[in-house]
């Protein structure tokens, strides 16, 4: 049984910068390949899906986030890393990671002066 460990998030200001760690446990026969997705739901909205890691190609971004935020992998530790920077108010949600088969506990971000 594959299980999704969160950690990282909390509150900054404007402009600040976080990142999200996502660690993957249990049996993972390919962590190499194994794709990644990072979701976000801002209160009252449905959740929108912000990255993706497929494998070994580069990571995908949502428009809303392109050019602030950058997926990484330490496919070693089974370990995904959201790094997000210059943040807004607009990006306060709780923040997902997710394999393909499990969905991490999520983590709230609030951007906030």
């Known amino acids: 049984q594959v299980q999704v460990v969160q950690s990282g998030g909390g509150l900054v200001q404007p402009g600040g910068s976080l990142r999200l760690s996502c660690v993957v446990s249990?049996?993972?026969?390919?962590?190499?390949?194994?794709?990644w997705y990072w979701y976000r739901q801002a209160p009252g909205e449905q959740r929108e899906r912000i990255a993706t890691?497929?494998?070994?190609?580069?990571?995908r971004y949502a428009d809303s986030v392109k050019g602030r935020f950058t997926v990484t992998r330490d496919n070693s530790q089974n370990t995904v890393y959201l790094q997000m920077n210059n943040l807004q108010p607009e990006d306060t949600a709780v923040y997902y990671c997710?394999?393909?088969?499990?969905w991490g506990q999520g983590t709230q971000v609030t951007v906030s002066s």
């Open positions: 249990g049996t993972i026969f390919t962590p190499y390949n194994m794709d």
């Open positions: 997710k394999t393909p088969t499990s």
């Open positions: 890691s497929y494998g070994h190609t580069s990571p």
